[in-house]
């Protein structure tokens, strides 16, 4: 569903990676681990196409993906490196705010599942502004339990996790793989994903 | 014969360095023989104003350097529109070396507009429509080139330049209209830069021979600059380092 | 999957768009108060700078006093430009802006109306109380009142293009007024001209239609614009 093809980027004029290559079919995880600054986020924004690759193409169901192609983007849920959040909005309203962002409806009863899903039930009327790193990315994250979407792009979902986010995480991303999903994750942890459906990519 | 040569292949920065530095004297010599002639016929053999006496001379500069950095700028708006149609480096580049070029000829524009305005009209600047528009056009091109400047990333510098670049293409021609209707409220500024003095044949053949020799120096002159700036941007490439080889 | 909501197509769909953009921006805006009194508050001072300047005569200022209250209106709008898209560039929510299914055209949109209300509009409002200091009559008020409402909604346009432009960039505000005043000096001209004309005794709707003109083109080009500019600045 997901492939890319020759793949290279460039930051300014240093080149960061050339002639990446990969395919990923329903129910396959892509770890992308590299040390800092070797690129993994801007992989993820090109297969998002948000960034411009240097040189090759990305294919999504076949068909060559766009700069901020619509289609891709339909099916798509990108959690960047930043958590986006509002500091003025509360949890539950920056959640809303995302998932509407995206065209989900947000209904009160789903909203709440989600958050208590990700352990902030509690802090859910807390604007953005008092919650720890930890919570704002476990804010970030709930939106993807209101979103039906078949590909998932996460740069660094597990930062500030504490153990019991990283079991949420996992249990999400478990879930999703096996409902025929795709993911592509930049990260430096260990997810403890299953094995079968793991696949690595190591950037120098 | 024109389809034997793949003409895209000049779109590459590699390929176009030898070329342009080919084109180069064939538009310098030109240039400065135009110009040679031009300022022959204007300053010597044209004859004296009745009105302005000979201070009317400076408009062979002026007249010149005013259509030069006008034209330049729509040249500039144009193969920043073509950066971004195709993605092409080398369109970003071309505009990125007209610029300069462009705000010299504006910077010259004004100042021998105003030189110009004293001994014909007592003043130095009159707030007419085309002084007016031609100072927003010196901004336009410091704000590109101040853009550029200010962008450290090259891709996004073309692309966000080349949108600056287009809206003030839409911009100007604004400008000169609304500067119009202002002076018509205003009343103030009955002077106009389009009183030149009647044309004897002599003094437009002079102003024709210096207009066709400011565009031959801006093609030179923006040649030079594009092989300095695709040297720069390409110096991490194998043809640029086996250039600065050979050079040694 | 889950329980999540099922995808409804809403791709390409702009009022919502620019709904969910207004809704945002204006609970963002009333939960900062501070920020907003601070245009209001340069306004007022700029204006009351110029008679500190130039002196108290009554004629003076009368000639002086469109032109005065249009360029402070003018610069307030480049102080709060910054506003709109700083914020959300630096905590990442402008790329999920860039990435949603509604148009972002219609996204910035919503946006820039979210910003002219909390920043503009009040300003429509304050300028015939300054205004009374250089002696405008009430026709010249009403003149400079209609002016400033169609001409601050596209002054925040305008100014919107520049600071898509300039995200993120260490020059920031100087480069800013310096892309986006050549896109003003029309919206000037013809502002403070039209006071002026009502002035000379001539209608009033000269002046209002090329404004409102002005305004529709900003309306239609700008957004796009401002988009284009957004990917570039996000590339």
């Not at chain 1, 093809?5 to 892509?30: I, V, W």
């Not at chain 3, 501070?34 to 508050?41: H, R």
């Not at chain 3, 304050?126 to 209609?146: H, I, N």
């Amino acid at each position: 569903m997901l492939e890319a093809q020759d793949l290279a980027a460039r930051r300014g004029d240093a080149p960061l990676f050339s002639g990446l290559s990969f395919s990923l079919e329903a129910g396959a995880a892509l770890v992308v681990r590299g040390p800092n600054g070797s690129g993994k986020t801007t992989l993820l924004r090109i297969l998002i196409g948000m960034t411009q690759a240097a040189a090759g193409r990305v294919l999504w169901r076949g068909k060559r993906v766009a700069p901020f192609d619509p289609a891709l983007r339909a099916c798509t849920v990108f959690i960047g490196h930043a958590p986006a959040l509002k500091d003025e909005l509360t949890a539950e309203e920056n959640l809303a705010s995302l998932a509407q962002l995206q065209g989900a409806p947000a209904e009160r009863a789903a909203m709440l599942e989600a958050l208590e899903t990700w352990s902030l039930a509690r802090q859910r009327a807390l604007p953005a502004r008092v919650l720890s790193q930890g919570q704002r990315r476990r804010v970030s994250l709930a939106r993807l339990r209101l979103l039906a979407r078949p590909l998932w792009l996460l740069d660094e979902p597990a930062t500030a996790l504490d153990d019991a986010g990283h079991v949420t995480l996992r249990a999400a991303l478990d879930a999703h793989l096996a409902g025929g999903g795709i993911a592509v994750i930049a990260t430096h942890e260990d997810l403890h994903l299953a094995p079968g459906v793991l696949r690595s990519l190591v950037l120098a | 014969m024109f389809r034997s040569i793949n003409w895209f292949k000049f779109a590459s920065p590699a390929s176009f360095y030898p070329v342009a530095g080919h084109l180069i004297p064939w538009f310098a010599v030109p240039a400065a023989l135009l110009a040679a002639v031009g300022l022959w016929l204007g300053l010597v053999v044209a004859p004296t104003d009745a009105q302005q006496g000979d201070a009317y001379r400076i408009i062979f500069i002026h007249v010149p350097a005013a259509w030069m950095s006008m034209f330049l700028y729509l040249v500039m708006a144009a193969w920043c529109a073509a950066s971004l149609t195709f993605n092409a480096r080398l369109a970003s580049m071309m505009a990125q070396a007209l610029a300069p070029t462009g705000a010299m000829f504006t910077v010259v524009a004004l100042w021998t507009g105003a030189l110009w305005g004293r001994p014909a009209w007592g003043t130095y600047w009159a707030w007419d429509a085309r002084m007016t528009s031609e100072l927003i056009l010196l901004f336009l091109y410091l704000g590109y080139m101040a853009l550029r400047h200010a962008i450290d990333e090259p891709r996004r510098a073309d692309r966000a330049s080349a949108v600056l670049a287009l809206v003030g293409a839409i911009n100007v021609p604004i400008i000169y209209f609304s500067v119009r209707w202002w002076n018509t409220l205003h009343q103030g500024a009955t002077v106009s830069l389009t009183s030149a003095p009647k044309m004897a044949s002599i003094m437009l053949v002079a102003m024709l021979l210096m207009s066709f020799a400011a565009w031959f120096y801006a093609i030179a002159v923006t040649l030079i600059r594009v092989r300095a700036i695709i040297l720069e941007r390409e110096r991490r490439t194998t043809w640029a380092g086996d250039l600065a080889g050979a050079a040694r | 999957m889950r329980n999540a909501a099922a995808q409804p197509a809403i791709e390409g769909e702009v009022w919502p768009g620019v709904a969910w953009a207004v809704q945002r921006d204006l609970r963002l805006a009333l939960r900062s108060k501070a920020e907003l009194g601070v245009q209001l508050l340069f306004y007022a001072i700029v204006v009351t700078l110029f008679p500190l300047g130039v002196g108290a005569d009554p004629a003076l200022l009368r000639a002086l006093g469109p032109g005065v209250l249009w360029v402070a209106a003018l610069l307030a709008s480049l102080l709060s430009l910054p506003r709109l898209f700083a914020a959300d560039f630096a905590d990442g929510t402008l790329e999920q802006i860039a990435l949603s299914p509604y148009p972002l055209a219609a996204l910035i949109s919503g946006k820039i109306l979210a910003h002219w209300l909390a920043t503009g509009a009040p300003l429509v409002l304050l300028s015939p109380l300054l205004a009374v200091q250089f002696g405008l009559e009430a026709d010249e008020l009403t003149a400079l009142a209609l002016g400033l409402l169609l001409g601050t909604p596209t002054l925040s346009l305008l100014g919107a293009i520049g600071a898509a432009l300039t995200l993120g960039l260490r020059a920031g505000g100087s480069l800013l007024a310096l892309l986006t005043l050549p896109l003003y000096v029309p919206i000037l001209i013809f502002g403070a001209g039209t006071v002026e004309a009502t002035r000379a005794g001539l209608a009033v709707e000269g002046g209002l239609s090329v404004l409102g003109a002005a305004l529709l083109a900003a309306l239609v080009g700008a957004p796009l614009a401002s988009a284009a500019a957004v990917r570039i600045a996000l590339d």
